[in-house]
Nanobody
Framework: QVQLQESGPGLVKPSQTLSLTCTVS??????????WGWIRQPPGKGLEYMGA???????YYSPSFKSHTSISRDTSKNQVSLQLSSVTPEDTAVYYC??????????WGQGTQVTVSS
């Protein structure tokens, strides 16, 4: 059974870069046709898809986040990472990583709260 666990700082200052890591257990991020995504939910709002990395290392970004988001992976650690630069208080959200097949997210991490504040 695949499990995903997000980790990272709970508090980030405005203009800094937010870095989060998703550690995957019980399965491999290189499993054929899998895709590993980052989705967030700001307070009082719906889910926002940010981007993903595929089993082959290909990256995909939502146009809303492409200019200041980077997603990478470490296959030796079975981890996927998210970097969001120049954060503002509007980036305060619960950040989730998820596994998908054919862009249907079937397994989610528990999420990690990130607050952007000085």
């Amino acid at each position: 059974q695949v499990q995903l666990q997000e980790s990272g700082p709970g508090l980030v200052k405005p203009s800094q870069t937010l870095s989060l890591t998703c550690t995957v257990s019980g399965g491999s991020i290189t499993t054929s046709y899998s895709v590993w995504g980052w989705i967030r939910q700001p307070p009082g709002k719906g889910l926002e898809y940010m981007g993903a990395i595929g089993y082959d290392g290909s990256t995909y970004y939502s146009p809303s986040f492409k200019s200041h988001t980077s997603i990478s992976r470490d296959t030796s650690k079975n981890q996927v990472s998210l970097q969001l630069s120049s954060v503002t208080p509007e980036d305060t959200a619960v950040y989730y990583c998820a596994r998908g097949y054919s862009w249907l997210w079937d397994t989610w991490g528990q999420g990690t709260q990130v607050t952007v504040s000085s």
